[in-house]
């Protein structure tokens, strides 16, 4: 219940636009604790982590984190401004729900 409800916090943070900042600074700032809010999900993820299998569809903890760490890693790279390298960008797995295994 926990993660579900912080899964929709972030959720609502990133999907309701905050207000256009006035300056670089301002977005930089709100650019860094938005790194730290990623942080957090990342390691209560990491608490959260089942590591059953059963009949049943479970929750894909590894394909979220991957996604958040996507993300948390773009950003910190526009915020340190190393924009001037190009790398491969890893697509979102964007889909969370593991099928059981059947033998």
């Given at each position: 219940m926990?993660?579900?409800?912080?899964?929709?916090?972030?959720?609502?943070?990133?999907?309701?636009?905050a207000p256009v900042l006035a300056d670089a600074e301002s977005e930089r700032a709100n650019l860094v604790r938005l790194?730290?809010?990623?942080?957090?999900?990342?390691?209560?993820?990491?608490k959260?982590?089942?590591?059953?299998?059963n009949d049943q569809y479970t929750f894909s903890y590894d394909a979220l984190s991957h996604d958040l760490t996507v993300i948390r890693d773009g950003?910190?790279?526009y915020i340190n401004k190393d924009l001037s390298l190009t790398r491969e960008i890893?697509?979102?797995?964007?889909?969370?729900?593991?099928?059981?295994?059947?033998?």
């Open positions: 926990k993660l579900r409800l912080m899964i929709m916090m972030f959720t609502l943070m990133v999907v309701i636009p790194v730290g809010e990623f942080d957090y999900l990342l390691q209560s993820l990491r959260y982590k089942i590591d059953s299998v950003v910190t790279e890893a697509p979102l797995v964007g889909q969370y729900i593991q099928q059981p295994i059947h033998r």
